[in-house]
Nanobody, 114 residues
Framework: QVQLVESGGGLAQPGGSLRLSCAAS????????MGWYRQSPGNERELVAS???????RYADSVKGRFTISRDAAKNTVHLQMNSLKSEDTAVYYC????????WGQGTQVTVSS
């Protein structure tokens, strides 16, 4: 059983930055594709970014050039650096680990507002 704990959410101004972190435990970190998803009220959960153990990354078109996902195998941690934030980035962000099964963190709120 994999446990995922997110941190780093909060309030940012438009154009600002936030860094999310997700600490994984209870599994072989290298086995999992790690990802960040987000969900805002009235919308479905959507993929923001993902990264494989070989550091192959994917991004949603809406965040390309602004967000960067990275993973630290030594610390079993994945990060999401979010720059040039926009109001439409406001959502609950969820960490995900996927191999044979899907595992989710509890979510962390990101609010972008002046």
């Amino acid at each position: 059983q994999v446990q995922l704990v997110e941190s780093g959410g909060g309030l940012a101004q438009p154009g600002g930055s936030l860094r999310l972190s997700c600490a994984a435990s209870g599994g072989d970190f290298e086995m999992y594709v790690m990802g960040w998803y987000r969900q805002s009220p009235g919308n479905e959960r959507e993929l923001v970014a993902s990264i494989t153990s070989g550091n192959y990354t994917r991004y949603a078109d809406s965040v390309k050039g602004r967000f960067t996902i990275s993973r630290d195998a030594a610390k079993n941690t994945v990060h999401l650096q979010m720059n040039s934030l926009k109001s439409e980035d406001t959502a609950v962000y969820y960490c995900n680990a996927f191999s044979l099964a899907n595992y989710w963190g509890q979510g962390t709120q990101v609010t972008v507002s002046s």
